[in-house]
Antibody, heavy 119, light 113 residues
Framework: EVQLVESGGGLVQPGGSLRLSCAASGFTFSGHDMHWVRQTGKGLEWVSAIGTAGDTYYPASVKGRFTISRENARKSLYLQMNSLGAGDTAVYYC??????????????WGQGTLVTVSS | QSVLTQPPSVSGAPGQKITISCIGSSSNIGAGFDVHWYQQLPGTAPKLLIFGNSNRPSGVPDRFSGSKSGTSASLAITGVQVEDEADYYCQSYDSSPSGLDWVFGGGTKLTVL
């Protein structure tokens, strides 16, 4: 059974940093691209992606502040978040990607970890 | 504001057919990118519901169907049931200066009356 378990969320002050972790099990972690997706009251937002070769991708909203990484030997995914602001307050999901038709889709999601940015 | 536009809410009585639209543009759905749909039951993480515009993963009931045309896509539930009450999100891809962004609709809350 595919399992993705996030940790590391919590309360952080504006301008602060936080590192999220995701422990994967039940599948060949090294064989899948992995993403982080966050959810606020406004809906879902893609936050970052890392390919099997370690290539990384970010939307403009977090580029330069967030860093995604992976450690295949530990079957772990990470998200280093710096210069956090109130707009980064959200539930952060670790998400597995698999081929879906002509493209890829988010086929397994973790339960999420809450990040609150507040003074 | 989301790149893909969905109605904030829809409702229907058990057994009715409901549809949820997902409107994009020439830089995402209209560029030929696939649309996927996710269901989020209350208090849980999103779950893949429809992939590649119209395909159901194993285990998803056949009352759920998806379609795509031009710059928009739709999710239909034929014979909606009480347990289908959830939030539904469409997702596609959008060309950006930095490459390809994964984009979502704002979500639609389905209420089964």
């Amino acid at each position: 059974e595919v399992q993705l378990v996030e940790s590391g969320g919590g309360l952080v002050q504006p301008g602060g940093s936080l590192r999220l972790s995701c422990a994967a099990s039940g599948f060949t972690f090294s064989g899948h691209d992995m993403h982080w997706v966050r959810q606020t009251g406004k809906g879902l937002e893609w936050v970052s992606a890392i390919g099997t070769a370690g290539d990384t991708y970010y939307p403009a909203s977090v580029k330069g502040r967030f860093t995604i990484s992976r450690e295949n030997a530990r079957k772990s995914l990470y998200l280093q978040m710096n210069s956090l602001g109130a707009g980064d307050t959200a539930v952060y999901y670790c998400v597995r990607v698999s081929p879906c038709g002509n493209y890829h889709c988010f086929d397994h999601w973790g339960q999420g970890t809450l990040v609150t940015v507040s003074s | 504001q989301s790149v893909l536009t969905q109605p904030p809410s829809v409702s229907g009585a058990p057994g009715q057919k409901i549809t949820i639209s997902c409107i994009g543009s020439s830089s995402n759905i209209g560029a030929g990118f696939d649309v996927h749909w996710y269901q989020q039951l209350p208090g849980t993480a999103p779950k893949l519901l429809i992939f590649g515009n119209s395909n159901r993963p194993s285990g998803v009931p056949d009352r759920f169907s998806g379609s795509k045309s031009g710059t928009s896509a739709s999710l239909a539930i034929t014979g909606v049931q009480v347990e289908d009450e959830a939030d539904y999100y469409c997702q596609s891809y959008d060309s950006s200066p930095s490459g390809l962004d994964w984009v979502f609709g704002g979500g639609t809350k389905l209420t089964v009356l």
